[in-house]
């Protein structure tokens, strides 16, 4: 599932929302655009900033003031990711491949929980 479609529709205060034991959506994206965000400009040779802190520290840092322009750069770093292997050489896909497979499992794995989380909260729409 798409991370576009997996968190559509939420309200900030829904993206805020815990289990008790698992982290909220908004913390979950707030994992992904951080990691993505990263690993996109490290591929298109972009300066980034430094980051010498741990992984939990990339759940940690979502504001629900933040949440619509959250989904936005999620949504902009997901289509970046796509045209970037669409547009990337056959030398550089073969060398980056299994960097694209990693990301590609992350990116799968966390939307699925976003979706286990949204379906405790009971704002999931079982028809998507």
């Known amino acids: 599932m798409p991370a576009n479609l997996a968190v559509a529709g939420?309200?900030?205060?829904q993206a805020s929302?815990?289990?008790?034991?698992?982290?909220?959506?908004?913390?979950l994206v707030?994992?992904?655009?951080?990691?993505?965000?990263?690993t996109l400009k490290n591929l298109k040779g972009e300066k980034q900033e430094k980051f010498e802190g741990s992984n939990d520290e990339t759940f940690d840092k979502f504001d629900k003031k933040t949440w619509d322009d959250l989904v936005t750069r999620l949504d902009a770093v997901m289509v970046g990711f796509e045209?970037?292997?669409?547009?990337?050489?056959e030398d550089?896909?073969?060398?980056?491949?299994?960097?694209?497979?990693?990301?590609s499992s992350?990116?799968?794995?966390?939307p699925g929980q976003i979706i286990s989380v949204r379906k405790s909260q009971k704002s999931w729409n079982p028809k998507k």
């Open 30 to 38: 707030h994992h992904l655009v951080f990691w993505n965000e990263r």
């Open 92 to 103: 550089v896909l073969i060398k980056i491949a299994p960097l694209i497979g990693n990301i």
């Open 17 to 27: 929302w815990k289990d008790g034991g698992n982290h909220s959506v908004g913390q």
């Open 83 to 89: 045209s970037f292997v669409a547009e990337a050489p």
């Open 106 to 110: 992350h990116n799968a794995y966390h």
């Open 10 to 13: 939420l309200t900030a205060d």
